[in-house]
């Protein structure tokens, strides 16, 4: 069965950082570009970022470019993302997501919520 | 202002049939990108739906279906139920943003 765990969300103060794990298991991690999610409180969904099957290659929002940074530890079957500089509008719950060949999102996991404010 | 427009809320009565729009642009769906969608339950994480324009995903009842045309695409809900009732999401690539793009999504609701 193909599971992801998001972890590493919280309370965290504008202008802070915080890392977000998502932990695969029930299928080749190696072999998939995953992506990051988030939807802010009532909101609609906002793709964040995406990474290839090395993490040779990665993409970004450009709400978000040059504070985040995605990467993944094959080895581990692990994505995560490095938010830096944090914003409020920032707050969100954040879903990490496997891509399909057909570029669709097939699994997501459960989420975790990020919340940024002094 | 989303990249992908779609109607904020459609509502049906059980058994009929519901559409949602999804309009795009010449960068992402008319640049011959496709379309998937996502449906999300109140409190859940969202759930692939239909993929590559009109492909169903196992396991989702074929009361879903998908379809593309020009710039917009659509997705219809025949024989409501009302455990349909939830938020839809189309999604695409758009090549001027290098990027992926969701619509702001539309609130079935079941009469």
């Known amino acids: 069965e193909v599971q992801l765990v998001e972890s590493g969300g919280g309370l965290v103060q504008p202008g802070g950082s915080l890392r977000l794990s998502c932990a695969a298991s029930g299928f080749t991690f190696s072999n998939y570009w995953m992506h990051w999610v988030r939807q802010a409180p009532g909101k609609g969904l906002v793709w964040v970022s995406r990474i290839n099957i090395d993490g040779s290659s990665t993409t970004y929002a450009d709400s978000v470019k040059g504070r985040f940074t995605i990467s993944r530890d094959n080895a581990k079957n692990t994505l995560y993302v490095q938010m830096n500089s944090l914003r409020v509008e920032d707050t969100a719950v954040y879903y990490c997501a496997r891509m399909n060949t057909a570029m669709a999102n097939d699994y997501w996991g459960q989420g975790t919520l990020v919340t940024v404010s002094s | ?111």
């Open chain 2, 1 to 111: 202002q989303s990249v992908l427009t779609q109607p904020p809320s459609v509502s049906g009565a059980p058994g009929q049939r519901v559409t949602i729009s999804c309009t795009g642009s010449s960068s992402n769906i008319g640049a011959d990108y496709d379309v998937h969608w996502y449906q999300q339950l109140p409190g859940t994480a969202p759930k692939l739906l239909i993929y590559g324009n009109s492909n169903r995903p196992s396991g989702v009842p074929d009361r879903f279906s998908g379809s593309k045309s020009g710039t917009s695409a659509s997705l219809a809900i025949t024989g409501l139920q009302a455990e349909d009732e939830a938020d839809y999401y189309c999604q695409s690539y758009d090549t001027s943003l290098s990027g992926y793009v969701f619509g702001g999504g539309t609130k079935v609701t079941v009469l």
